[in-house]
């Protein structure tokens, strides 16, 4: 059924979820004081939890410490959202506590080495994600699995249906809170998993700025020297190569971009892929996709913030971004178009690895035709947004992207109706 009305007009928690909600709110308004999360009491937990007291080196404290602070003074959380926020911190915590374990088990997670690990990059929203599960698909190449991120202990193959399943499960609560999500972005328990879960576990990542609002959290990470998330980003991939290794690490966050010398102090060796879209397009659809995912944990998000930050945020990323990259040869970082990769994924993905000097089996292509025959496009209905719903003013927005689009050939915005846009999951 073809509808105008965009996704984030048809986001409505079901039934259950709000009157779940409403009697958080109603005992909010009581007298009863209600404690804020705290880190100490946190971190106790999961030791007790976890029988476990060696979270491993790196000092967390104050990142947690920050986050939840903002997320009690600022994010306006609701019963789930407050709910959600104690289940994901412990999981992280317990994670931090059983791979430390693992590494004192298993000296060789340590000697693991990762090298010339591709990382894809990009405006978010645009094809990322398409892009990555194309050449996660060729066996000669490895990407982090959501489940193995969600539970990465132990390092081996043990218990690992029932970690599947309990991924699974996790995929399917969200698909119920936010029945359009899955319009927006594809959840799955093996599906490949973007960086920022990797770098979750120093709890200096992006993962908590699109899932909550947190202002002062976010201003304070954007001055933090990010090498403790990329060293435990390494460490990551390093207990999961463990398990299974493969040739080459495929990777994806868009974020990656604000950070591009501490990446390379951690892998020197590294190659790109930076994709590209034009930008007020891609700030809309991520805005949507924000403000989706952060509506299951807040009754009060503001599309137009959302927009704003994202604009100012990625627009500033670019303008560090490019200089940098300029500093690597021009054989280490292959570009590659939204469209393209819309229109023929293929012959994308023959272009990098003939950019990069790799070959393409018979066995990998076959397998790539297979993932994008299974995509979960139409039965799932398309993302469809309208740039006026974030607020955007197409003539002045334009301008923070300027630099960028003059050198890669790129309008603001692209041509066609401008009222509203509809995309599948990118």
Not at 325 to 346: H, K, N, S, T
Not at 398 to 422: D, H, I, M, N
Request: net charge positive; proline share 7%.
């Amino acid at each position: 059924m073809i509808t105008s009305t965009t996704t984030l007009e048809q986001t409505r928690p079901l039934f259950p979820v709000r009157l779940l909600n409403g009697c958080g709110a109603l005992l909010e308004k009581t007298r009863i004081p209600r404690s804020p999360l705290r880190a100490v009491d946190l971190i106790e937990t999961a030791k007790r939890r976890c029988g476990l007291d060696d979270f491993g080196r790196g000092d967390f404290f104050e990142a947690i410490s920050r986050l939840l602070e903002s997320c009690h003074r600022e994010s306006r959380l609701n019963l789930i959202g407050r709910i959600a926020l104690r289940s994901d911190l412990l999981r992280t915590l317990c994670s931090r506590l059983l791979m430390e374990r693992d590494r004192q088990l298993y000296p060789g997670i340590a000697r693991q080495e990762i090298r010339k690990p591709v990382f894809i990059v990009g405006l978010p929203r645009s094809g990322t994600t398409l892009l990555h599960t194309l050449l996660a698909a060729d066996p000669e190449h490895r990407a982090p699995l959501t489940w193995e991120v969600m539970t990465p202990s132990p390092p081996t193959r043990d218990n690992e249906q029932r970690r599947i399943q309990r991924a699974t499960q996790s995929c399917n609560c969200l698909n119920w809170l936010a029945p359009t999500f899955r319009h927006v972005h594809a959840v799955g328990a093996e599906l490949p998993q973007e960086c920022v879960g990797l770098m979750t576990p120093s709890f200096m990542s992006d993962q908590f700025d699109t899932m909550y609002y947190v202002p002062s959290y976010r201003a304070w990470f954007f001055r933090q020297d990010l090498l403790p998330a990329y060293e435990y980003h390494r460490r990551f991939l390093q207990h999961l190569q463990f398990r299974r290794s493969a040739r080459r690490w495929v990777l994806k966050a868009p974020t990656h971009m604000s950070a591009l010398p501490t990446l390379l102090s951690v892998y020197p060796d590294a190659l790109f892929v930076q994709t590209h879209r034009a930008p007020l397009e891609a700030m809309a659809s991520v805005s949507s996709l924000i403000t989706i995912l952060r509506r299951v944990f807040s009754d009060s998000v503001d599309p137009f913030v959302v927009c704003s930050d994202a604009t100012q945020y990625w627009s500033e990323t670019l303008d560090a971004f490019l200089p940098e990259r300029d500093r690597l040869p021009p054989e280490r970082i292959c570009d590659v178009d939204y469209f393209e990769i819309r229109r023929d994924p293929i012959a994308v993905a023959r272009r990098i690895y003939q950019h990069f000097g790799w070959l393409l089996s018979e066995k990998a292509e076959r397998r790539m035709r297979v993932v994008l025959a299974n995509q979960p496009r139409e039965q799932y209905g398309r993302h469809r947004y309208a740039l006026s719903q974030f607020g955007i003013e197409v003539r002045k927005d334009a301008q923070a992207f300027a630099a960028y689009c003059k050198r890669f050939g790129l309008s603001a915005q692209t041509v066609g109706r401008p009222s509203e846009r509809a995309e599948a999951l990118v």
